[in-house]
């Protein structure tokens, strides 16, 4: 518990206090991105260059769309971090050149870091599916690279990903399935999102406890982040403009043939063809089931910036199989009406050393944590097996296991408890509202090798 406690101070929303260990050695010599040009101006280069990009990656395919054999998903790299660059780097050069890879968001608020990140996977994987996360949007800490607001870095992510041969749009691939090996459609659809307050729908934390910090003194995002009036992230409308980027945006797709039409067709009501498969993602989370309760949250308050409602409505309309997020930090498997949702973080070095059983999903991000050579991302889709099982995961499992409970906002496990003050002589004993409840904490839910590093961060901790 000590352990979940301490590594809560590393969750997103208090990332500008984390350490940052990045050995200048792994920094690009010069940056390679220069914002000299106005953002419509890079944006427009932007798409003809992604058009560029595709238009040779289409070259030579019989259906108009890639072949891939398999899919995978990280999410939170924060590459800044230097274990975290060597992870990525570590990974196989040759084992995944058939494959595409999604990637949720939080590599770097630094875009030569984004960009040298990346690169690296982009030589390792047939494709690499990229949405900005937070960080990337950052403008305000180290460096904007010479970005005015939040929305000129997105333009600089976008040109970015097109000089790198980065996919920023949706795209159809196709897989050859089934007993005929016939082809099947592979949709993978990256959606831009941002955070707002009104995600968060749950009763507050009982007011007998104090001390608790609200949403403007713990989200860097607040301050890190600047975006161009009236566009103001704390009333939804910073949620709202980029939700809305994503429909102007399937104009500037890459479609061969028809895709265009079965494209919009998606977007409007998840109409597809038999067969298709649909894999969508987002840095943050379409649906508040997605984050524990805020009385496990060592902020409760974290709940106002993870998500967006916008978000969420979009992903119902799309309705496909999975869709995979980042964000939390926090590993997750669960399937909610119909849809399979996915958290696979990397997360930060001190976090995994901290609580690495309610990061993990599945066998991820085990090699990161022994810094071995031999590793994967999360697999999302297969040609010769499909869907992978269901994985293990921390608080996913917890929610396997247990009802949510959000109505219940006065007793707190032991590590959020210890945070805050309870005046014992008006409200009795503070003991009578700590603890789980007779419920089996979180991290025991997490993979079974993530629980001797549990074990471990709690020896180093006593
Ligand atoms: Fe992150
Ligand atoms: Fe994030």
Redesign the pocket.
């Known amino acids: 518990m000590l352990g979940l406690a301490r590594a809560a101070r590393f969750l997103?929303q208090c990332?500008a206090r984390t350490e940052v260990t990045l050995n200048r050695s792994c920094r690009p010599t010069t940056s390679l991105v220069r914002c000299h040009r106005g953002p419509a101006e890079r944006a427009r280069a932007g798409v003809i260059s992604v058009l560029g990009n595709m238009a040779d990656q289409l070259e030579g395919s019989p259906s108009g769309a890639q072949s891939v054999e398999k899919l995978w998903a990280m999410?939170?790299l924060h590459t800044d971090a230097k274990e975290n660059l060597d992870f990525i780097e570590s990974l196989s050069p040759l084992a995944f050149r058939s494959d595409a890879l999604i990637v949720a968001?939080?590599v770097s608020d630094d875009l030569s870091i984004v960009r040298l990140t990346l690169r690296s996977l982009r030589s390792k994987f047939a494709r690499v599916f990229f949405v900005p996360?937070?960080?990337e949007l950052w403008v305000g800490r180290r460096r904007s690279d010479g970005c005015g607001d939040s929305l000129q870095k997105l333009a600089a992510l976008e040109q970015l990903c097109a000089e790198e041969g980065i996919d920023a749009h949706p795209s159809r691939l196709v897989v050859s399935s089934g007993q005929a090996n016939a082809e099947v459609s592979l949709w993978v659809i990256p959606l831009l999102s941002w955070h707002s307050p009104g995600f968060d729908t749950e009763p507050e934390i009982d007011s007998r406890w104090m001390g608790m910090p609200i949403a403007d003194q713990v989200c860097s995002d607040y301050f890190q982040c600047k975006w161009p009036p009236p566009l103001n992230q704390q009333d939804g409308s910073v949620s709202d403009r980029l939700d809305s980027m994503n429909d102007e945006r399937l104009s500037e797709a890459p479609c061969a043939g028809d895709d265009r039409e079965k494209l919009a067709a998606l977007f409007e009501s998840g109409t597809r063809e038999s067969g298709d498969i649909v894999v969508s993602f987002s840095?943050?989370l379409p649906r508040i089931e997605l984050t524990p309760e805020k009385r496990y949250l060592y902020f409760p308050c974290l709940n106002k910036f993870?998500g967006s409602l916008a978000l969420g409505a979009r992903v119902s309309r799309l309705r496909p199989d999975i869709h995979v997020f980042?964000?939390?930090?926090f590993g997750w498997d669960q399937d909610l009406d119909g849809v399979r949702y996915l958290s696979p973080p990397v997360g930060y070095p001190r976090e995994r050393s901290m609580r690495m059983s309610t990061i993990a999903i599945g066998g991820f991000p085990e090699a990161a944590e022994q810094q071995e050579q031999a590793t994967e991302p999360v697999l999302v889709w297969s040609a010769s097996a499909g869907f992978p099982g269901k994985y293990p995961a921390g608080w996913s499992g917890f929610y396997q296991q247990y009802l949510r409970e959000p109505h219940q906002a006065l007793v707190l496990p032991d590590y959020v408890a210890d945070r805050y003050q309870w005046d014992e002589k008006r409200h009795g004993p503070k003991a009578a509202v700590t603890g789980w409840q007779g419920k089996t904490p979180a991290w025991r839910f997490g993979p079974e090798w993530s629980q001797a590093s549990r074990l471990r961060a709690l020896d180093r901790s006593r």
């Open positions: 997103p990332a999410s939170d968001g939080d996360g937070n960080h840095h943050f993870v980042g964000h939390t930090h």
